[in-house]
């Protein structure tokens, strides 16, 4: 089982590329969603 | 006919302001020279290496230097708000892309027939024996550089950090004719010079895909 | 919301899936040894990365012909996800390369060509990021999008008549033409998968920047209140 090492490298670096990819857009997502609301709760005060 | 019409006047407009003041040409002429005179303290320029080394290293200057040419291409129509003017005049906007592009390769052709012999003589290259042959190398090069950099300054000159931002839309884009130029230069310049059909094709391919996508999407580029 | 996370479970449990298949299901290679089981993560990482990218390529053409912000949502999306498979390629790249050819990165073709493909949907993004306007940034952007991908053949042609020409110092084999049938499958199974993984990545961007458009909207309407 030589290189079993880089094997498994190269899959966590697969993998973590892909979930932190994944968990950036999930945050600003959120971060954009409360935006919103906050948005749309003074928009509905001012009215 | 219309078109080429159109063509032609704007075109006399562009050569007429850029010979008018020279300052295109005379910079970008100094700014090659710069470059090629660099170049000769990173490796050492004895006959053999010059030959190795000498054909990429020319096309990368013009390559860099066409980055910093084309950049006042759209821009200097901005300052004064001539574009809308411009897009007034023609009924088709592809004629004002035609006319800054046929400047455009104008102005590169020249500057690189000026640079041609200083390299020569510099890195004892002779390129004399096949001189009309490098001369349709560099126009088809030319011709590849200015019809992306045409369009891509055009891009460029809406956007913030415009200077930068060119080279970098624009040095990737032109990875094939990098290649293709270089090699067709380099079957030139070995001591039995030998006609580059394959890659002058290719260059002609290359330009022949990308003025057809600038007819195509160009007008919207120069929409208010 | 229940529905998203329902989603990414099934997709994480179809990677789960995958990565046990690609180090336990499938065969040791007889020449190149346990290194080989890279090549599930890699070589289907570069085709959906291409696919990607053909994905931003439509959008930017609907765009530029239908105006609907919505294509331009979908062109910046499978960019962006586009470049995260192209990322994952060149990073495992070199470690299968390093143990295999003795050297981490050569100027082959296909190598040279992921290289470049990543410099130009980079400089697509950063354009991107330079334009105030959002319709003029879309309209643009499209347009450099659809250079850029008319450029990929010319440039994989360009490197490979130039590489013909010169000897090569490392031959790569020809890779998924005389694969073993378990192989075959466990590498079927991965480019299916990816190709999910493309697919639910690219619909999440997308909804966050469907967010970025209503924002916009919220706010010309207060402006106009």
Same mark, same amino acid.
């Given at each position: 089982? #030589?290189?079993?090492?880089?094997?498994?490298?190269? &899959?966590?670096?697969?993998?973590?590329?892909?979930?932190? &990819? &994944?968990?950036?857009?999930?945050?600003?997502?959120?971060?954009?969603?409360?935006?919103?609301?906050?948005? #749309?709760?003074?928009?509905?005060?001012? #009215? | 006919?219309?078109?080429?019409? *159109?063509?032609?006047?704007?075109?006399?407009?562009?050569?007429?302001?850029?010979?008018?003041?020279?300052?295109?040409?005379?910079?970008?002429?100094?700014?090659?020279?710069?470059?090629?005179?660099?170049?000769?303290?990173?490796?050492? @320029? +004895?006959?053999?290496? +010059?030959?190795?080394? !000498?054909? !990429?290293?020319?096309?990368?200057?013009?390559?860099?230097?066409?980055?910093?040419?084309? /950049?006042?291409?759209?821009?200097?129509? /901005?300052?004064?708000?001539?574009?809308?003017?411009?897009?007034?005049?023609? *009924?088709?906007?592809?004629?004002?892309?035609? =006319?800054?592009? =046929? =400047? *455009?390769?104008?102005?590169?052709?020249?500057? /690189?027939?000026?640079?041609?012999?200083?390299?020569?003589?510099?890195?004892?290259?002779?390129?004399?024996?096949?001189? @009309?042959?490098?001369?349709?190398?560099?126009?088809?090069? +030319?011709?590849?550089?200015?019809?992306?950099?045409?369009?891509?300054?055009?891009?460029?000159?809406?956007?913030?950090?415009?200077?930068?931002?060119? @080279?970098?839309?624009?040095?990737?884009?032109?990875? @094939?004719?990098?290649?293709?130029?270089?090699?067709?230069? =380099?079957?030139?310049?070995?001591?039995?010079?030998?006609?580059?059909?394959?890659?002058? !094709?290719?260059?002609?391919?290359?330009?022949?895909?990308?003025?057809?996508?600038?007819?195509?999407? !160009?007008?919207?580029?120069?929409?208010? | 919301?229940?529905?998203?996370?329902?989603?990414?479970?099934?997709?994480?449990?179809?990677?789960?899936?995958?990565?046990?298949? %690609?180090?336990?299901?499938?065969?040791?290679?007889?020449?190149?040894?346990?290194?080989?089981? $890279?090549?599930?993560?890699?070589?289907?990482?570069?085709?959906?990365?291409?696919?990607?990218?053909?994905?931003?390529?439509?959008?930017?053409?609907?765009?530029?012909?239908?105006?609907?912000?919505k294509w331009d949502w979908l062109g910046v999306s499978a960019a962006e996800v586009g470049m995260a498979f192209c990322t994952v390629l060149i990073l495992t790249g070199p470690i299968w390369a390093h143990p295999v050819w003795g050297i981490w990165w050569t100027w082959d073709a296909r190598l040279?060509?992921?290289?470049?493909?990543?410099?130009?949907?980079?400089?697509?993004?950063?354009?991107?990021?330079?334009?105030?306007?959002?319709?003029?940034?879309?309209?643009?952007? %499209?347009?450099?999008?659809?250079?850029?991908?008319?450029?990929?053949?010319?440039?994989?042609?360009?490197?490979?008549?130039?590489?013909?020409?010169?000897?090569?110092?490392? $031959?790569?084999?020809?890779?998924?033409?005389?694969?073993?049938?378990?192989? %075959?499958?466990?590498?079927?199974?991965?480019?299916?998968?990816?190709?999910?993984?493309?697919?639910?990545?690219?619909?999440?961007?997308?909804?966050?920047?469907?967010?970025?458009?209503?924002?916009?909207?919220?706010?010309?309407?207060?402006?106009?209140?």
């Amino acid at each position: 089982m #030589k290189n079993l090492g880089s094997v498994f490298a190269a &899959y966590v670096i697969g993998w973590g590329i892909f979930f932190i &990819y &994944y968990i950036t857009v999930a945050r600003r997502t959120a971060a954009l969603g409360e935006q919103i609301e906050r948005l #749309k709760n003074t928009l509905n005060r001012s #009215k | 006919m219309a078109l080429l019409s *159109n063509t032609a006047v704007l075109l006399g407009k562009e050569l007429r302001t850029e010979f008018r003041s020279r300052e295109l040409l005379t910079t970008t002429v100094v700014f090659i020279l710069t470059i090629v005179v660099l170049f000769s303290f990173t490796f050492d @320029p +004895s006959v053999n290496e +010059s030959r190795r080394f !000498g054909p !990429g290293l020319l096309w990368l200057a013009f390559l860099f230097a066409a980055s910093l040419m084309l /950049q006042p291409c759209f821009l200097r129509e /901005q300052t004064n708000d001539t574009l809308s003017a411009l897009r007034l005049s023609v *009924n088709d906007p592809f004629a004002i892309f035609l =006319a800054k592009l =046929a =400047a *455009n390769t104008l102005f590169l052709l020249l500057t /690189q027939v000026l640079l041609l012999p200083v390299f020569s003589i510099l890195y004892n290259v002779p390129v004399l024996g096949a001189f @009309p042959q490098l001369i349709l190398v560099m126009f088809m090069g +030319s011709l590849g550089l200015s019809v992306t950099g045409t369009a891509l300054s055009a891009i460029s000159a809406q956007a913030r950090m415009r200077e930068l931002l060119l @080279p970098l839309l624009l040095l990737p884009l032109l990875t @094939p004719v990098l290649i293709a130029s270089t090699e067709a230069t =380099a079957s030139l310049l070995v001591l039995n010079p030998i006609m580059p059909w394959k890659w002058l !094709g290719f260059l002609l391919g290359f330009d022949v895909v990308f003025l057809t996508a600038l007819w195509l999407f !160009g007008e919207y580029l120069l929409e208010e | 919301m229940k529905k998203r996370i329902l989603i990414a479970a099934v997709v994480v449990i179809l990677m789960s899936f995958a990565a046990y298949a %690609a180090l336990f299901v499938a065969p040791t290679e007889s020449k190149m040894g346990t290194i080989q089981r $890279i090549f599930y993560l890699h070589a289907p990482s570069g085709m959906v990365a291409l696919l990607s990218f053909f994905v931003c390529f439509v959008g930017n053409l609907a765009y530029v012909f239908t105006r609907k912000p919505k294509w331009d949502w979908l062109g910046v999306s499978a960019a962006e996800v586009g470049m995260a498979f192209c990322t994952v390629l060149i990073l495992t790249g070199p470690i299968w390369a390093h143990p295999v050819w003795g050297i981490w990165w050569t100027w082959d073709a296909r190598l040279t060509l992921t290289f470049v493909l990543w410099l130009l949907y980079t400089s697509y993004l950063l354009l991107r990021t330079l334009v105030e306007d959002p319709d003029r940034r879309a309209l643009i952007s %499209a347009i450099y999008g659809i250079f850029a991908f008319l450029d990929v053949p010319l440039v994989y042609g360009s490197i490979r008549w130039w590489r013909t020409q010169h000897p090569q110092p490392v $031959i790569m084999g020809g890779s998924g033409s005389g694969l073993e049938p378990t192989m %075959a499958r466990v590498f079927w199974f991965w480019f299916l998968n990816l190709v999910i993984l493309m697919i639910f990545l690219i619909h999440e961007r997308y909804a966050l920047e469907a967010m970025r458009g209503e924002v916009q909207s919220i706010e010309r309407e207060a402006e106009a209140a």
